[in-house]
């Protein structure tokens, strides 16, 4: 399933609340995913100097990762596909 990037826009005084926003992100997924919509939280990036925080959702579709973002109250700015390259050992 393809992985989706969600750009939100994180004060420095709402900077607290990224971990609520995480479980936000989570509990939007599960319920969409009850629903017949597969939607998966994966992990959160927090840009604090920059005021960025990204949440990454693997989804059927950007779509579906936007309503997830936006169930969640998560007020995307932005969604697009991200592509995870694996390290290789050595």
């Given amino acids: 399933m393809p992985s989706y990037i969600v750009e939100t826009y994180l004060t ?12 936000w992100g989570r509990a939007a997924a599960a319920e969409l995913s009850q629903g017949g919509k597969t939607s998966r939280f994966e992990f959160a990036i927090h840009v604090p100097e920059d005021e960025i925080c990204f949440f ?35």
């Fill in 12 to 23: 420095h005084r709402l900077a607290p609340e990224r971990l609520a926003r995480e479980e």
């Fill in 56 to 90: 990454v959702f693997d989804a059927e579709s950007a779509d579906q990762a936007a309503l997830t973002a936006q169930r969640a109250g998560l007020d995307p700015i932005r969604v697009v596909e991200a592509v995870t390259i694996e390290g290789t050992k050595r």
